[in-house]
């Protein structure tokens, strides 16, 4: 089937699931569940895994494009393996095709480094999928569903159609459902629509323009921001709206800062490539008259600038860091997010959990004097306990403290009649609750400022009264004394006259009774003061961005050395232009008081600052901020849509399991670092000695088939490389791609590598006389010898900037890698095997210049390092 039939099709089909959708969103409820032969009771045991054999599990296939012959593909056609091919093609019919005596040597070599290149790079690219899939395996959403009349919480991946499932804030969508109850339901489209702003929806249909507007369906791939619903499944995985996206957004993933990093490597090899081939042809066409020799030496010129390996060396480095990272609580379900993670400089992060104990403990509860009052208790748990919507560890706290108070027996007195859910900008919640004497009530918790705002009354030592100037100030102090103890404050109200009213909404919270506070106590962990030193001397800033109020925070920031000078709150940031706030941003590491936009600004306006940021979350209004930071950061107990956003997720909810993340990153990144910078510099080096050399010599200085031979060794003795030990100053400080360091490295170190070249040519022509035509042979045999063992051996003097074996050692891995391909390189031209690649074999006395020159090549590379140093700030 052609592209141009498969783009229909897939129209086609786009077009039939939105009508599908339609009919489903005009459908009575009851003729849904008729046609999806379910009912409001929920599926049987039976009839689930009926429906799994049928429709398989809901996961979406987004790399369903990308199957084992589209990686096959992509791993032999590459801007590198283009040219190979090119000279394969040319060497075909030169050295087969046209001459009497045929020479396949030549061409099955290029093509057995084509495969053998490619194979490798397939088969760690398909490890490094495995092991992020592992990883991801480790980290599961569930929903909750009603199944066999029980609601129950299942895995997001055995949800089927049919399913009657409840959706509450900070869940994920787990396919197309049609709603038939919902309450203040508010859905985040952003991943369909690109809208920020959330749409509410409804149990029944309002007229619409595009599908993504209808008012009684959910799409897959969105989130609840707040409400609640009751929804039947009609779509799952690939079947659904987003799941027909999934192969058009699956190739349209933004490039973070490593990839962008590789593309201006590689642009700059292409660029380098395309100077060196017409100057290497113009040079062998002026001095040897022979231009289709030069033509293919030229062209594998450009090959020998190629670093073949850098696609294997990327994938298992980062398949290995991906591992090592998973040892230590730390998942990655993106491995290029690695170094991202690494490069990090401002960790944005809430204290909840982070620099706190996590374990919330309901310390008062207390009248608008201050006094301990049971009746203030009992009122918050009936707004924790009736809620609907996600219960957090304030609502559980309340909850665990009011049953051991004996208050759990409210539960039978009073029945649920509706509710206003929590949102980020009333920052409070109610339930209507009806008891047994017919007698409604609305009861009020949440944060203390937004409470007061819609209290009219005041409940005072029994007695209800006007809610006037001097009461609201005394009752701020109130408020403000325990608050700057460190207890989280949160305000009760409640009032009784709300009548037979039918839908309760937000117009409702007027004219409250303002009846008492309860307090929580979050202590800060023992450890978060020395992870955030720790982090500190690792050169990332910790900042803290939280809903919480200015003392609570203040509280807990002195404690773990978080300075707070200079601090702000959501208020404060709201009046100040982007301009203002980045220069009190410089100087400022509390931020209190937040929504979750306003996280998402601070974020922002510190990456154009020139920051890597990270943020840590766990919350429903962790997912603007998680969305903007260069690497999302969150916790496997996360609310769904924190964990679908984050980039990384943490086993354990703990700054020194992220503090082990990052040194991790930046050793992953180093070890990259290292092999594209002697790879480049080593090649670069070989490729002027060529130009030289054809400028001095009467005979090519190397055939094709040596340079081909030479690349590819040298690539392979650094196999060795993901597995290297890392110098502890390379990862101190967060480190980005440099394309002007990787240039003057390349051309310091590369130049270096050429003037020893020139040395083992005066070698070779005076000492050893291979200066004629007739002993080309020699001379092309002595330079591959010493070009591979050279650039091989000196991969441990440039690895580090330190002395090597003495003051920095390599790995076992890397030892083994580059012997290896030494004693390889020494049979290969000390043995009657030199034929087989075009060479001869070389005197043993050859073997004393190669030590000699490697001695001296080691001692001044080793003095240059200080002089590089000097004039450069970093040596990786």
Not at 236 to 241: D, K, L, S, V
């Amino acid at each position: 089937m052609n592209l141009m039939k498969k783009k229909e099709l897939r129209e086609q089909n786009r077009i039939n699931m939105i009508n599908e959708l339609r009919r489903f969103g005009d459908m009575d409820i009851d003729s849904v569940f008729s046609e999806l032969g379910t009912q409001r009771e929920g599926l049987s045991i039976v009839e689930i895994e009926d429906k799994l054999d049928e429709f398989g599990e809901n996961n979406i296939d987004y790399q369903n494009s990308n199957t084992i012959f589209t990686r096959i593909k992509d791993a032999f056609i590459n801007p590198f393996n283009i040219v190979l091919f090119l000279v394969a093609a040319i060497t075909f019919v030169t050295d087969v095709i046209i001459p009497k005596e045929k020479d396949y040597a030549t061409f099955i070599l290029i093509i057995t480094t084509i495969i053998i290149s490619a194979v490798i790079s397939l088969v760690e690219e398909l490890k490094s999928d495995n092991a992020a899939k592992k990883l991801k395996s480790m980290i599961s959403n569930e929903v909750d569903v009603v199944r066999d009349e029980v609601l129950q919480s299942e895995e997001v991946t055995r949800i089927v159609p049919g399913d009657i499932i409840k959706l509450s804030s900070g869940d994920m969508v787990p396919g197309d459902v049609r709603i038939f109850e919902a309450k203040d339901l508010f859905v985040d489209q952003a991943s369909l629509t690109g809208e920020s702003d959330p749409q509410e929806k409804f149990p029944y249909i309002k007229e619409y323009d595009d599908i993504t507007d209808m008012s009684n369906i959910c799409f897959m791939g969105t989130n609840i921001v707040s409400g609640s619903a009751m929804a039947v499944v009609l779509y799952t995985g690939n079947n659904t709206y987003f799941g027909g996206m999934a192969k058009s957004i699956a190739n349209v993933q933004t490039k973070n800062s490593f990839e962008k990093g590789v593309d201006n490597v590689s642009s700059l090899l292409i660029k380098m490539m395309v100077i060196m081939v017409p100057v290497v042809l113009l040079i062998n066409l002026f001095t040897k008259s022979d231009w289709w020799n030069s033509l293919i030496f030229s062209i594998t010129i450009a090959v020998g600038l190629t670093p073949e390996m850098l696609p294997v060396i990327m994938a298992s480095t980062m398949a290995k860091g991906a591992v090592e990272m998973s040892k230590k609580k730390t998942i990655v379900k993106r491995l290029s997010a690695i170094q991202t993670f690494g490069q990090m400089d401002i960790l944005c992060t809430d204290k909840t959990g982070t620099l706190t104990e996590d374990e919330i403990i309901l310390e008062k509860y207390m009248d608008v004097k201050g006094n301990d009052n049971i009746r203030v208790l009992k009122h918050a748990f009936l707004n924790s306990y009736f809620q609907t919507g996600l219960k957090n560890l304030i609502d559980v706290a309340i909850i665990s403290r009011a049953e051991k108070e004996g208050l759990n027996i409210f539960k039978e007195v009073y029945t649920r009649e509706d509710e206003i859910p929590f949102d980020f900008s009333r920052r409070r919640m109610s339930v209507v609750l009806r008891d047994r004497n017919n007698k409604r009530q609305l009861i009020t918790k949440g944060a203390v400022d937004e409470v007061i705002s819609i209290c009219k009354y005041i409940d005072m030592d029994g007695q209800v009264s006007l809610l006037d100037d001097e009461k609201r100030k005394e009752v701020y102090g109130i408020y403000e004394k325990y608050n700057k103890q460190g207890l989280r404050v949160l305000g009760v109200a409640q009032k009784n006259e709300i009548h037979n009213e039918g839908a309760f909404g937000v117009i409702h919270e007027t004219d409250m009774v303002l009846m008492g506070f309860v307090g929580f106590l979050d202590p800060p962990k023992a450890s978060a003061k020395s992870a955030i030193e720790k982090l500190r001397n690792h050169g990332i800033d910790t900042v803290v961005l939280t809903g919480d109020t200015e003392g609570v925070a203040l509280n807990v920031c002195d404690k773990v050395g978080i300075k707070v000078e200079g601090r702000l709150t959501g208020r404060e940031i709201d009046e100040l232009t982007d301009d203002e706030l980045k220069d009190r941003m410089v100087n400022c590491h509390l931020y209190s008081k937040l929504d979750p936009l306003q996280k998402q600004r601070i974020v922002s306006l510190y990456q154009e600052m020139g920051h890597t940021v990270g943020y840590m979350g766990d919350g429903i209004n962790d997912s603007p901020p998680l969305k903007q930071a260069d690497v999302g950061i969150s916790v496997d107990t996360a609310v769904d849509i924190a964990k679908e956003t984050a980039g990384i997720i943490l086993l354990e909810k703990d700054l020194n399991v992220l503090e082990e993340g990052v040194i991790n990153g930046r050793r992953t990144f180093t070890n990259v670092l290292k092999y594209v910078k002697l790879a480049t510099s080593g090649n670069f080096g070989n490729m002027l000695s060529v130009i030289i050399a054809s400028i001095i010599l009467p005979f090519l200085p190397m055939l094709p088939i040596h340079i081909l031979i030479q690349n590819i060794l040298c690539d392979l003795a650094q196999v060795g490389m993901p597995f290297d030990r890392v110098d502890p100053e390379y990862i101190v400080k967060p480190k980005k791609w440099d394309t002007k360091s990787l240039m003057k490295f390349m051309f310091t170190f590369g130049a270096i590598s050429t003037i020893f070249d020139i040395l083992c040519f005066v070698v070779m022509l005076v000492i050893f006389k291979y200066n004629t035509v007739e002993k080309s042979i020699m001379f092309q045999t002595g330079w591959f010898a010493f070009g591979v063992i050279s650039q091989v051996f000196i991969i441990h003097m440039l690895r580090t900037h330190r002395i090597p074996l003495v003051e920095s050692r390599s790995s076992k891995e890397l030892v083994i890698s580059t012997l290896i391909i030494t004693l390889l390189t020494l049979v290969i031209v000390f043995t009657p095997i030199a034929i087989i690649f075009d060479l001869s074999t070389l005197p043993l006395t050859y073997m004393f210049a190669i030590l000699v020159l490697l001695v001296l090549y080691s001692v001044t590379i080793q003095a240059y390092k200080k002089n590089y140093l000097k004039h450069n700030d970093t040596w990786l």
